[in-house]
């Protein structure tokens, strides 16, 4: 929702703004698993979390797991990753992915394991070397991003670039956290102000790094124009989870409401989508990866858990009667303070519903209460909606094989 085309006034995104009118707005897209690992492995295998390992952070994403990289290099494509990895088992300094296995597919490489000081980082290309990164940190991986567009080639190319801002520390250069006076700002309905729960300051410099990150877009889809390739270049543009900024009177991700499961969904493909489509399409990480592929006319493995949603995108409205009913929401880890525990639920069009293992937790009417400000859960009215969305939950539950086993995130170093 931190998005000018997503209707933020206050946030300045000229840039995503005009890559939404220039392919698909999809507004209801969403994080299965609200957390960084997870997420990041679900972008890459098109699989839960539970399926392809990654269910908590700082966990290694198995070498045996087909990633979209992978199928794509069989295919002739050239492979490449900028930015925050993030999927090695309790590593994330030095930072040093060594070329092979670990890579998972990419060939090209300028990142590191992860870092936040983005002031003072370095990252690796193909040897353990480090290469500091001088200023804010964001900027030398677009400097890399731009340098992998440029190389000249005939070849068909998959690039993922993955910035750590917004993610807080919520810092961006002095020039962007000028353009923002948080006490201008206005706050969701749904804000708490606390000790616990971030401060305007805090609204302000994540409304910086985004700017930040608008302008760096901006130059990749600029060196799309200078090479001849933006109007056969598909570009997805996501996050791998939100950030609660005190909404709900709590902070960062994990949470099952709608600023920390919902991210921006931003599709543009000159040469198949029509421009200044906005759908209500369900759209989640899982789907991400199969529906790429079907986009590029390749064939969906049987691994991945998603579904292939290109002819929807290519054929619009339509296309909606097999439109997906839900989102799995998946939980597995106590969120950050130890304020809740694991949970698992899902998303429809109008409603959001959790659980945790043993009773109802959440049961929102998203139309009516879109900054979810009444829990219906215990709401004798509802018991029969609370009944449906349930059932829905635990099929979903069931069929992916899924369990309540509570895990933790990996220690790392």
Not at 27 to 50: D, I, K, M, S, W
Not at 200 to 223: H, M, N, P, W
Not at 365 to 374: C, L, S
Request: proline share 9%; charged share 25%; net charge negative.
């Amino acid at each position: 929702m931190d998005i000018g085309a997503m209707g933020n006034p206050e946030v300045r995104t000229p840039t995503m703004d005009s890559l939404a009118a220039q392919g698909a707005l999809l507004p209801r897209t969403y994080a299965n698993c609200p957390v960084c690992c997870p997420a990041r492995g679900t972008l890459l295998t098109g699989e839960f979390a539970h399926h392809h390992g990654v269910d908590v952070n700082d966990a290694p994403l198995p070498n045996e797991q087909v990633t979209i990289a992978e199928i794509l290099q069989q295919r002739g494509y050239r492979t490449g990753f900028v930015g925050k990895w993030h999927l090695e088992g309790g590593k994330r300094m030095p930072g040093f992915v060594p070329p092979g296995p670990r890579r998972q597919g990419f060939e090209f490489w300028a990142a590191n394991i992860c870092s936040h000081d983005y002031w003072d980082m370095q990252y690796f290309r193909d040897d353990p070397e480090p290469i500091p990164m001088p200023g804010y940190s964001a900027r030398t991986f677009t400097d890399e991003a731009v340098r992998f567009l440029e190389q000249e080639s005939d070849k068909p190319f998959c690039l993922f670039v993955e910035w750590g801002p917004p993610h807080n520390p919520y810092v961006a250069p002095p020039e962007y956290m000028n353009l923002y006076d948080p006490d201008g700002l206005t706050m969701r309905e749904n804000w708490v102000d606390g000790i616990r729960t971030g401060s305007r300051s805090d609204l302000a410099g994540y409304y910086a790094a985004i700017t930040f990150i608008d302008d760096q877009v901006k130059r990749l889809l600029e060196t799309l124009d200078k090479t001849g390739r933006a109007n056969d270049t598909i570009v997805l543009l996501t996050s791998d989870h939100g950030d609660m900024l005190g909404s709900q009177g709590t902070r960062l991700k994990r949470k099952p409401w709608e600023e920390s499961i919902r991210i921006p969904g931003i599709l543009r493909y000159p040469a198949a989508i029509k421009p200044a489509d906005r759908s209500d399409l369900l759209f989640s990480q899982v789907d991400m990866a199969p529906t790429l592929l079907g986009l590029a006319g390749v064939e969906v493995p049987d691994s991945m858990d998603g579904r292939d949603l290109s002819s929807y995108l290519l054929a619009g409205p339509d296309a909606a009667a097999d439109e997906p009913e839900s989102v799995y929401l998946q939980s597995y880890t106590p969120t950050e303070q130890d304020e809740f525990p694991p949970w698992r639920g899902v998303r429809t069009a109008r409603y959001t519903y959790a659980r945790q293992q043993n009773q109802p937790w959440l049961l929102y009417d998203d139309e009516a209460d879109p900054f979810q400000k009444v829990n219906l859960v215990d709401n004798p009215e509802h018991a029969e909606l609370r009944a449906e969305l349930d059932a829905m939950t635990m099929a979903w539950f069931e069929k992916t094989g899924d369990d309540w086993t509570e895990r933790n995130d990996l220690p790392y170093r």
